[in-house]
């Protein structure tokens, strides 16, 4: 049971990458609507991702989640298939943003809409699989490159046992480096600022150039785990 609830919330976490930042940001297409009403019963609307899958593995992410609750008729689910193996798929274009949107201000708020399914409105996480944000963020900055390893754990996700305030957790945080430099440094000016955390003393908040010096270091999710152990965090 608890593998199987693992595994839906992994698929959730990796779901929300690819829906948009509002509707728009969906292609037009047979189906659009339908994709929109069932994903948007699990999870809010998260961003594009620029990765895209073939039929062959939508219909097997479709498949898992009817293995885990999503009720589809038939003939809803042939057409979510199709509009997903069509307007996601493999080299399929990106909407591109509207003037509007373009120049919106970055809200670390609305980044964080894609860590809600994980981290909870609250920042309280999920017992055993998700850490609290709750308390721990502040923990993270104090700590000698805490700034640096946040800002990978976003770029590159982070897989594997952790302990905080003596509770394990073992998950799986996607990476989101298809964010920009200012969205990522908005979402962790935002966790480091809620819930009752603040930022340590003498340290300002995050910026686009700190994002962009940990881009291209190619990490993965379990260099960035070994990271933390080097953090000192208990």
Same mark, same amino acid.
């Given at each position: 049971?608890?593998?199987?609830?693992?595994?839906?919330?992994?698929?959730?976490?990796?779901?929300?990458?690819?829906?948009?930042?509002? !509707?728009?940001?969906?292609?037009?297409?047979?189906?659009?609507?339908?994709?929109? !009403?069932?994903? !948007?019963?699990?999870? +809010?609307?998260?961003?594009?991702?620029?990765? =895209?899958?073939?039929?062959? =593995?939508?219909? $097997?992410?479709?498949?898992?989640?009817?293995?885990?609750?999503?009720?589809?008729?038939? +003939?809803?689910?042939?057409?979510? @298939?199709?509009?997903?193996?069509?307007?996601?798929?493999?080299?399929?274009?990106?909407?591109?943003?509207?003037?509007? %949107?373009?120049?919106?201000?970055?809200?670390?708020?609305?980044?964080?809409?894609?860590?809600?399914?994980?981290?909870?409105?609250?920042? #309280?996480?999920?017992?055993?699989?998700?850490?609290? @944000? #709750?308390?721990?963020?502040?923990?993270?900055?104090?700590? *000698?490159?805490?700034?640096?390893?946040?800002?990978?754990?976003?770029?590159?996700?982070? %897989?594997?046992?952790?302990?905080? *305030?003596?509770?394990?957790?073992?998950?799986?945080?996607?990476?989101?480096?298809?964010? $920009?430099?200012?969205?990522?440094?908005?979402?962790?000016?935002?966790?480091?600022? !809620?819930?009752?955390?603040? @930022?340590?003393?003498? %340290?300002?908040?995050?910026? +686009?150039?700190?994002?962009?010096? %940990? =881009?291209? *270091?190619?990490? $993965?999710?379990?260099?960035?785990?070994?990271?933390?152990?080097?953090?000192?965090? =208990?």
């Amino acid at each position: 049971m608890k593998a199987k609830y693992l595994v839906w919330v992994m698929f959730l976490a990796l779901t929300a990458l690819w829906v948009g930042l509002g !509707q728009n940001a969906l292609p037009e297409g047979p189906g659009r609507e339908l994709v929109l !009403q069932k994903c !948007q019963t699990c999870h +809010e609307i998260g961003f594009v991702t620029r990765e =895209r899958q073939n039929r062959e =593995r939508w219909d $097997s992410l479709i498949t898992e989640m009817q293995g885990y609750g999503l009720r589809l008729t038939p +003939e809803e689910r042939a057409t979510i @298939l199709n509009y997903l193996a069509t307007q996601l798929a493999p080299g399929a274009s990106v909407p591109a943003p509207t003037p509007a %949107q373009a120049a919106a201000a970055v809200s670390g708020a609305a980044v964080y809409n894609n860590c809600i399914g994980c981290h909870q409105a609250n920042g #309280a996480g999920i017992p055993g699989v998700f850490p609290p @944000l #709750a308390g721990h963020v502040p923990e993270i900055l104090a700590a *000698k490159g805490g700034r640096e390893w946040l800002i990978q754990v976003m770029l590159y996700g982070l %897989q594997g046992a952790i302990s905080v *305030k003596g509770a394990s957790y073992n998950g799986l945080m996607p990476a989101y480096p298809q964010l $920009s430099d200012a969205e990522i440094a908005a979402v962790l000016n935002h966790i480091a600022t !809620q819930w009752g955390n603040a @930022l340590p003393t003498g %340290q300002s908040a995050f910026t +686009e150039a700190e994002v962009k010096a %940990q =881009r291209g *270091k190619n990490l $993965s999710a379990q260099q960035v785990l070994a990271a933390r152990g080097q953090l000192g965090l =208990r």
